[in-house]
């Protein structure tokens, strides 16, 4: 896996290949992704049904999006992560042009077909059009449950206080919050603290400071949560990143 990331941390571009993996079920809760099949083909599990992706083949996740992918040797995915926050401060066009740009440093050493390019302009354009469609939004509860889990993801956050705060009991919350999300509350938190331990490693941060600062205690459930959800280990997620 390599990863690419604009200076101001908004757009990153990860290239996974030459590995079997199973990126089982997970969401991003800050970023639009899209990705394109360049070699191979993959598995995208969405709503409880299971699409066969090959090359050529493009899809967007949105923010909150469960779903799960499924990658094999032989294949190679790119997949374009886009701060959600991006698209309030920007265009569509001043995003797709910065897409573009660094597209074309990336293709030159791994020689993407310059027409997947087009397919991430219209992603953009997509996305852009879509923000505030109701479709895509999650009810206010589980809204400010999720909220409340980002915002307090290194603590103890306590089952019975998210229920309070919605009114919901901490049984009916679990139900609902994963037919949602696709996880559980405390999947969600570990999920959004392994990705500020991600966030903190691409700034040049210590492994154990990422570690620490982030609610893990015990270097082997950091490793292994790590794995679980980028793909590959936090020292290995260190040396493969790249600023671009």
């Known amino acids: 896996m390599q990863y690419f990331i604009l200076d101001d941390r908004s757009i990153e571009f990860v ?17 639009y992704v899209i990705t394109s099949i360049t070699k191979g083909e993959a598995m995208l599990l969405y709503n409880n049904v299971s699409i066969i992706l090959k090359k050529g083949d493009t899809f967007i996740v949105r923010p909150y999006m469960p779903h799960s992918v499924k990658v094999e040797a032989d294949s190679q995915i790119l997949s374009i992560c886009i701060n959600k926050e991006l698209f309030s401060s920007e265009s569509a066009n001043e995003i797709s042009q910065k897409v573009s740009a660094k597209f074309d440093e990336i293709s030159a050493e791994n020689g993407f077909d310059n027409r997947i390019k087009t397919e991430l302009t219209d992603a953009i354009e997509l996305i852009a059009e879509s923000i505030g469609d109701e479709r895509y ?42 037919s949602k999300i696709g996880l559980t509350p405390h999947q969600l938190m570990i999920q959004v603290r392994v990705r500020k331990a991600q966030k903190e490693l691409g700034l040049g941060g210590r492994l154990i400071d990422a570690a620490l600062d982030n609610g893990f205690y015990d270097s082997s459930h950091f490793d292994k949560c790590f794995k679980k959800i980028v793909g590959i280990s936090p020292s290995e997620y260190q040396r493969k990143i790249r600023d671009i």
Request: proline share 0%; charged share 35%.
């Open 137 to 178: 939004k999650l009810s206010e509860d589980i809204q400010r449950v999720a909220d409340k889990i980002a915002e307090k993801s290194s603590d103890i956050y306590l089952l019975d206080q998210l229920s309070e705060d919605v009114y919901i009991s901490k049984y009916h919350l679990i139900r609902k919050f994963k």
């Open 15 to 31: 290239v996974t290949e030459d590995i079997t993996k199973d990126f089982g079920l997970h969401n991003h809760t800050d970023h």
